[in-house]
Every structure is written in structure tokens, then in C-alpha cells.
């Protein structure tokens, strides 16, 4: 039997192919060699030491995203020299993949929109959502823990200022986002008490002609400033190690590069800015809470600070955490490093059940949280009762909202759409589908009963959409639900959407007559936001919660400050802006 090495981490694989991934690093099976017979893993690390130091530079910026080019412009803005290391072939991490947005509270938008967005009901609001578990309204920091209270805290003060700042300096240009109602666009938990300024944290880049524009755009915008401005970005280099002085201070990085190790040194600091683990296999296995299939990150997003910052005594934090979606499953099995994620539901005459045939949730709630329903654990059975949900829509709502993903455009089935003509007959093809990707899901299967409880909720539901009140999940009661996750036909064809008769946009009864349609839905990410914790100068901790000189850390490959919430549209790029803004100005005056 051969037995192959990882050039990134040294794992041994024995077998007569190199793994698809590394277990141990998510490395990709480019990176394994084939050992000699009689060759020594050992002296195989040994000798394949990097040279002299390449270069130095002031700081060293890992990654090309959000977080790392937030970081790297502020540093660069700020007097130093900068060299980014990008793992990838291509530059913007899952950022260039993203919408684009970016959540920030008391924003010059707001202020400009007459919106006050005070500071203490701001960080109020963050608590209860990140911490429900811990929310008292009455306690010092609202009851969360110190660290991750001074994150939020940092988080709303210097939010604001981070993109003025950028603005300043010609890094992008700004615009707010105004929903289809006319309004600024609504925060995800609109109806919270604790959220008291629901509008306008939402922003993006602009073009040239004013337009709102996406990530894509974001990272464009940043790579054109950082070449004008002489930052070089190095692709395919990925980071194999952290160097450091005999005082333990971060001071300089090994990385791989096409088969070679060169060294980089950092006279001032090195900021991580790398992204989660949503593509390493193992580390998914055994951090996450639940049963995750795929995610929309950048497919080197393999948990790499993790791993390096962990060796270095890193104190890792949030690891079972999270930017979440729920995403095509069958989708996700033919391509897992693809963007499969449903980020609405769209439409009206649209639910989804479970295997025993039973509405779970408000399909209109936001991605992360209608990611997390999955988790459901049930201890009589031992099961993922919601491992596996099932949109299910007709052909008004087909027509109407086509070629919205997940419909199709009109007169295509895609594969991992299941047709049928009643709902019984639909619920005996969802079964049969199940029982093909049995070996994908442990066996998954609907309940014995569930065409009969499926007709019931069919009929309640539709009563509900006559009468406009959800009396189950209350869906339509809420802004997001309107005007989010809820907006005209794509496709109209001159229908008239509402009906004058609509007492609930959000809800239409599912027609009395097939076609029926539905899709099988899984738990995926956006990517995982757990890692080496930092405090709110960004600066990683060592688990005596002392700095580790020289090292700083923004955006998914960190413990991040939002824990298991997602405060409104852009929650993953906002922090990971403002905490790469605030490492930067932090490793300039070091």
C-alpha cells in the first residue's frame, strides 16, 4: 500500500490515491506526495525548510477578503509597508462570491435619513440576539461576558467610522439600501423590542453611474486602491506557519508556493484575515452543532488559523458557530463547493415541512435562523427530525417568481426538482427520491404517515393565507417578512400581485390543482465564524487571555463578535471590515 504526505501539514495517508482533502489541514490532494518506501515523514519536514527570509515588510496581511483588504489599506493608509498573501489563485475570498453588503450601525445614511440610532439600545439589541441565553437588560454589559461585550462595543463605535474612513481615502464609495417598498431596507429581527433603529444599517459599494453594486465590486474596488497605492498581492501562497521570536512574538510566516517554502518577515505585525473552516471536512464533523451540507465560502476556506494559530497557543472560541443558509441538497451533492444557498423563499404560495409532514418555521425569517431549524434533535427517536426539509410550491408561485433560485425558469425541471400532479402522488415521489440518496443521509426517509398530516397542513396553511394570519409562526407580521424575503413577481405576465383580496402578501393558498413541486433543503454556511478569539483591538489571545504579540485577526477565521446571530443584511462582512479597520490602525502604532 503507498502511503502519501501532505506537503502543508505532514498528515500520512496510506492508501493508493492520495485523499480528495487532507482530514487534518483541508489541504486538496495536489498537495500530497508520494513517500519513498523507505522514506521518513519526519525527515521529510525536516528538510523542507524555507531559505533566509524573502522579504520584510511591516506587516503581513493572510487573505484576500473583507477583513484582509480592510486591514491591509488601513495599514498601508497608516504609513507601513504591506505584502497580503492570498492562498487562492484568484483574489476576494468569499467576499467576491457575496452580495456585498455590510451591516453598520449609526451609519451618516441613517443621520442623513433622520434615523438616531442610539448607541446603548444598539449594543442592547446585539446582546439579545447574539446571547439570548445570558440577555438581562438590567446587568452590567447586559449580562454577556466581558470579552465579547468589548468586541460589540467596538463593533458599534467604530463601525461608522471604519467606512468613513475608507470613503476618505477613495477605498469605495457608498450608497444605502432602499427595499422595494420605497423604505430604507429593515434589520433581520425587526420585531425585537431591544431593536428600537430598524432601518438603514444596510450598505454597499456604488458605480460610477450610482448604482448599487455587489461583492465583486467591493474587492475590485479594494485590489484597485491597493495597486495604486503599492500593496502586493501574492496568490498561491498559502500559510504553513507562524514565526516567532524567543519572546513568543508573532514575527513572520512561512508559506507554500507551487511546491516551494519561502519566509516573509513582519517588523510590526500579522493579521489574519483567512476565512472559516466551511471546507474542511473534519473540522465540520467535529465542531459543528448539527448536520451541515456545503457552503458558499471560497473553497480554501479550510479553517488555516485554526490550525496555525492553535499551534501557537491560540485560544480558540464560538468553534461551533456559523454564517448560516439552508441550501439545495441535491444541488450540494453534485457540486460542494458551489453557491447552492437559498437566501429567501421566495414567492407566496410556498411552505416548507418536515419528514412527519409539519410546517416548522415562518419560511420568511432570514437565512442564518432558518439555517439553524435544522438542528432539531429529537431524543425519542434519536434523529434529525429536520435534517432534511421540503419546499414545496405550485405552479402559480413557479410561473410568477421564475428563474428566482431556486424556480427554474418556466418549462425547465431541474434535476433536484421533484414534480407531481396531486399531493399524494408528490409526497410517494419525495419518498422515492429519499430512498435514491439514501446513502447520503443516513437513511433519511419520510415518516409512514406523512401524506395525511401533508394534506392537513396544506389545508391549514391555506386557511391562513385566506385569513392572512399564520396563527403557527405568525409569517407576514413582521417588516423582513414584507418587504425582504417577500417582493413582487419576477415574472408577473401581467397578474395583478397582491390580489385585492390578499389580507397577507407574504401567504397565498397553494392551488386546489397540481402541478405541485418540491425541493429538498439542507442546513449549509455562508462560512463557520469560529477561531483564535481576539479583544477589541483585535489583537489574538492566548488561553490565559493574554495578547499574543504581533498577531491580530478580522472576519470568519475568527471567534466572531456576532456568536450565533445575524444583527441584519451584511452581519458577516460589516465586523469583518470594522475589525480588520481597527487590527490595522492597531499594528500602525505598534
Avoid at 115 to 141: C, F, G
Avoid at 225 to 239: F, S
Avoid at 278 to 293: A, T, V
Wanted: glycine content about 10%; hydrophobic content about 35%.
Amino acid at each position: 500500500m503507498k502511503r502519501w504526505i501532505c506537503k502543508v501539514c505532514g498528515y500520512i495517508h496510506t492508501g493508493n490515491e492520495p485523499p480528495e482533502r487532507c482530514p487534518q489541514c483541508g489541504a486538496p490532494k495536489e498537495e500530497f506526495r508520494l513517500l519513498e518506501e523507505n522514506e521518513s515523514a519526519v525527515d521529510q519536514i525536516q528538510s523542507d525548510q524555507p531559505a533566509e527570509f524573502r522579504q520584510e515588510v511591516d506587516v503581513l496581511v493572510v487573505g484576500s477578503g473583507a477583513a484582509a483588504f480592510s486591514a491591509a489599506i488601513t495599514a498601508k493608509n497608516e504609513g507601513c509597508s504591506v505584502i497580503m498573501l492570498e492562498k487562492a489563485s484568484e483574489i476576494g475570498g468569499t467576499t467576491r462570491r457575496s452580495g456585498g453588503g455590510f451591516w453598520i450601525p449609526n451609519n451618516r445614511f441613517q443621520r442623513k435619513h433622520g434615523i438616531i440610532d442610539n448607541r446603548e439600545e444598539a449594543l442592547k439589541y446585539m446582546v439579545r440576539y447574539s446571547y439570548p441565553h445570558l440577555y438581562q437588560p438590567e446587568a452590567e454589559r447586559y449580562g454577556a461576558p466581558q470579552n465579547e461585550f468589548a468586541l460589540i462595543e467596538a463593533m458599534v463605535d467604530h463601525g461608522a467610522e471604519m467606512t468613513e474612513y475608507l470613503e476618505n481615502i477613495e477605498a469605495f464609495k457608498l450608497i444605502e439600501q432602499i427595499n422595494w417598498t420605497g423604505k430604507l431596507q429593515v434589520d433581520y429581527q425587526d420585531h425585537l423590542p431591544e431593536n428600537r433603529s430598524i432601518r438603514g444599517r444596510v450598505l454597499f459599494t456604488q458605480d460610477e453611474k450610482g448604482e448599487l453594486t455587489y461583492g465583486y465590486a467591493l474587492i475590485n474596488s479594494f485590489k484597485a486602491w491597493a495597486e495604486k497605492n503599492d500593496i502586493p498581492i501574492l496568490v498561491d501562497h498559502r500559510v504553513t506557519k507562524i514565526l516567532r521570536d524567543e519572546s513568543g512574538r508573532a514575527i513572520g510566516l512561512e508559506a507554500r508556493n507551487k511546491g516551494k517554502l519561502v519566509s516573509f518577515s513582519a517588523k510590526k505585525g500579522i493579521i489574519f484575515g483567512s476565512g472559516g473552516y466551511s471546507h474542511n471536512p473534519e473540522l465540520m464533523l467535529h465542531f459543528q452543532r448539527g448536520p451541515i451540507f456545503g457552503g458558499c465560502s471560497a473553497p480554501t476556506n479550510t479553517g488555516d488559523f485554526v490550525r496555525l494559530g492553535g499551534a501557537i497557543g491560540a485560544k480558540l472560541g464560538n468553534m461551533s458557530g456559523a454564517f448560516r443558509a439552508q441550501s439545495v441538497f441535491e444541488s450540494v451533492l453534485e457540486n460542494p463547493d458551489g453557491s447552492n444557498n437559498l437566501f429567501f423563499i421566495p414567492g407566496d404560495g410556498v411552505i416548507e415541512v418536515n419528514r412527519y409532514g409539519k410546517r416548522v418555521m415562518d419560511e420568511k425569517r432570514n437565512y442564518t435562523d432558518r439555517g439553524m431549524v435544522h438542528f432539531v434533535w429529537d431524543p425519542n427517536r434519536a434523529e434529525w427530525t429536520n435534517m432534511l426539509l421540503f419546499m414545496v410550491f405550485d405552479q402559480r408561485t413557479a410561473e410568477l417568481w421564475q428563474g428566482d433560485p431556486p424556480y427554474p425558469m418556466a418549462g425547465s425541471i431541474p434535476p433536484y426538482m421533484i414534480t407531481s400532479n396531486t399531493l399524494k402522488e408528490l409526497g410517494i415521489a419525495i419518498s422515492a427520491r429519499l430512498e435514491k440518496l439514501r446513502n447520503k443521509t443516513g437513511g433519511f426517509a419520510l415518516d409512514e404517515h406523512f401524506n395525511e398530516t401533508f394534506a392537513e397542513t396544506v389545508q391549514t396553511f391555506n386557511g391562513y393565507a385566506r385569513t392572512g394570519v399564520d396563527s403557527d409562526f405568525r409569517r407576514g407580521d413582521f417588516a423582513y417578512d414584507r418587504e425582504w424575503t417577500t417582493y413582487p413577481p419576477t415574472q408577473p405576465g401581467g397578474v395583478q400581485w397582491p390580489t385585492d383580496m390578499s389580507k397577507n402578501y407574504t401567504m397565498a393558498p397553494l392551488s386546489e390543482e397540481g402541478p405541485y413541486y418540491a425541493i429538498i433543503l439542507a442546513s449549509s454556511t455562508l462560512d463557520t465564524n469560529g477561531g483564535p478569539m481576539i479583544n477589541q483591538h483585535s489583537q489574538v489571545l492566548d488561553y490565559e487571555g493574554k495578547v499574543i504579540p504581533g498577531l491580530y485577526g478580522a472576519g470568519n477565521c475568527i471567534a466572531s463578535p456576532t456568536g450565533n446571530a445575524y444583527w441584519g443584511g451584511g452581519s458577516t462582512i460589516g465586523p469583518a471590515l470594522t475589525f480588520g479597520y481597527i487590527a490595522g490602525l492597531q499594528v500602525a502604532k505598534s
